[in-house]
């Protein structure tokens, strides 16, 4: 069980403002804070709608990173999201793994 707080950086200065130098570079940007407990996950297996960078501020964890499968750009939709809300996607159906 994790604690998710999307758009942190509504509620936390340091963060808005980070957020807002960046938008500057990347035109958009907002902040969710994941705070997961040792030897789990907050979510399985997915891809996101957007570009995602990750900090991690606290303990240790292996991060898997996968290049998008090309049918993936085929997919603009929120609830298109593969992993989440349903729609299962394994190991096989991703593409080349980016980073370990």
């Not at 804070?33 to 900090?55: G, K, M």
């Amino acid at each position: 069980c994790s604690l998710i707080i999307n758009h942190a950086d509504k509620v936390w200065p340091r963060l808005n403002q980070l957020c807002i130098g960046l938008a500057a570079v990347f035109r958009h940007c907002y902040a969710n804070v994941y705070l997961t407990p040792h030897s789990s996950q907050t979510a399985p297996l997915h891809a996101d709608d957007r570009d995602v960078l990750i900090i991690q501020t606290h303990g240790s964890k292996d991060w898997d990173v996968w290049r998008p499968p090309h049918w993936a750009q085929t997919l603009p939709f929120a609830d298109e999201q593969l992993g989440k809300d349903g729609l299962h996607v394994s190991e096989a159906e991703l593409g080349a793994k980016m980073l370990r």
